[in-house]
């Protein structure tokens, strides 16, 4: 087994066999049911979250992680659909008749509040009326 000839050969058989043995159907359903058997247990779960939550620690893996999310994100696909649910967002709230009424006042106490003379002693420049 020393001879690395053979060891390549054994390599390729070993993978050859496992997809073999991984594209069977009844294989799968068995291995479905071993392993979702194997999942259910509380302490499969934890011990799977903890080697996880230790991979996602490293830096390298998270710099990997921020980089795939990149390209993910810089992708034409991600970047037609914001754009689409940003149209989307933008038209139904420009429909919204509550929402135009209030950025309405909003703009008008603006207005008013910017052309209020603020050296003049009876005026509130927040609500445009003398005082009393």
């Given at each position: 087994m020393a001879d690395e000839h053979n060891q390549e050969k054994m390599g390729l058989l070993l993978k050859n066999l496992i997809l073999k043995t991984l594209s069977d159907e009844n294989m799968q359903k068995e291995m479905a049911v071993h392993v979702k058997s194997i999942l259910s247990r509380p302490e499969v779960r934890d011990a799977v979250l903890?080697?996880?939550?230790?991979?996602?620690?490293?830096?390298?893996?998270?710099?990997?992680?921020?980089?795939?999310?990149?390209?993910?994100?810089?992708?034409?696909?991600?970047?037609?659909?914001?754009?689409e649910l940003g149209r989307t967002i933008s038209s139904s709230l420009l429909r919204d008749d509550s929402l135009q009424k209030e950025a309405g006042n909003m703009m008008w106490g603006a207005f008013k509040y910017s052309f209020t003379p603020t050296f003049v002693p009876w005026t509130s420049p927040a609500d445009g009326k003398k005082d009393s």
């Open positions: 903890a080697v996880i939550q230790g991979l996602f620690n490293e830096p390298r893996v998270q710099q990997e992680a921020a980089d795939f999310f990149k390209s993910v994100l810089a992708s034409d696909t991600v970047q037609g659909e914001a754009t």
